[in-house]
């Protein structure tokens, strides 16, 4: 079955990014004049995507007005002999809805939120923390990896040890280059990592994850963990680890923020 939807889980409060976020969602950082989650949906509607639910708080309003269109401002366009500008308001084409996560409850339910809209079909998630600039796109990478397989596949990278601390991580069974089938995965790992794999933020997934998402208690903070789900999923399903290609930022760091911003500005001349 062809992957045609996505979900973006976009409600968390961006706390590593304070305070801009107080005001400013991280997802609209500005990056070459659009915001982060732009070069997101771009991703996935490269990768074929046609449908996306974008989960949003209460405080994300802005992200729903970007993706809306700002009728007076085209008109004054076309009434100041601007249409020229016309072309900068365009949004990558994809049929996109949005659903608000009431509560900080952990990327867990964000995407058990989508449950609904996903009906049955496998689906991918990608995180809008993560940016990749390459030309093959990640999302499509693990398109094709499901499409071969048939199963889950996680989108992962070799980070160094002492930073893996801050991802999930997983164990894995060589398949092939840079396909693990994985045995385990922990998120966090405060000693003794499985390995140097950590997961990046783009995913995609069968749709048999819902039922664990719903048997996942709360951890810490109240919040339901995708990776407890996908341990339970690991006993009964087969799940991959691929190591997808590119350069990954995390903008929610701001030193790797910066970073991006100084790659695209320098490649652009």
Request: hydrophobic letters at 40%; charged letters at 25%.
């Amino acid at each position: 079955m062809k992957i045609k939807k996505a979900i973006i889980p976009a409600a968390g409060y961006g706390t590593r990014s304070l305070p801009i976020t107080k005001v400013l969602p991280k997802e609209m950082f500005p990056i070459n004049g659009k915001p982060a989650i732009h070069y997101v949906v771009e991703e996935a509607v490269a990768s074929g995507i046609e449908e996306i639910l974008i989960v949003v708080s209460r405080n994300k309003n802005m992200i729903l007005d970007y993706f809306d269109r700002s009728l007076e401002l085209e008109a004054f366009l076309a009434e100041t002999n601007k249409q020229h500008l016309l072309k900068k308001l365009s949004v990558p084409k994809a049929h996109i809805q949005f659903v608000r996560q009431p509560f900080a409850r952990g990327l867990g339910d964000a995407i058990q939120m989508g449950r609904p809209f996903i009906n049955d079909e496998p689906f991918a998630v990608l995180l809008p923390d993560d940016i990749f600039v390459e030309k093959k796109r990640s999302l499509k990478q693990l398109i094709n990896v499901y499409e071969q397989q048939s199963s889950s596949v996680i989108g992962v990278k070799q980070v160094k040890k002492e930073l893996l601390h801050n991802y999930g991580v997983i164990k894995g069974r060589t398949i092939s280059s840079g396909l693990n089938q994985i045995v385990d995965i922990v998120e966090k790992p405060k000693s003794s990592p499985p390995s140097d794999l950590a997961v990046v933020g783009r995913y995609v997934l069968h749709p048999d994850i819902f039922t664990f998402l719903e048997q996942t208690k709360p951890g810490i903070g109240g919040e339901i963990q995708l990776t407890d789900a996908l341990k339970a999923m690991l006993q009964v399903r087969k799940c991959y680890g691929y190591e997808v290609s590119g350069e990954r930022f995390d903008i929610g760091s701001h030193k790797e923020y910066f970073k991006l911003l100084k790659k695209l500005y320098c490649d652009e001349g």
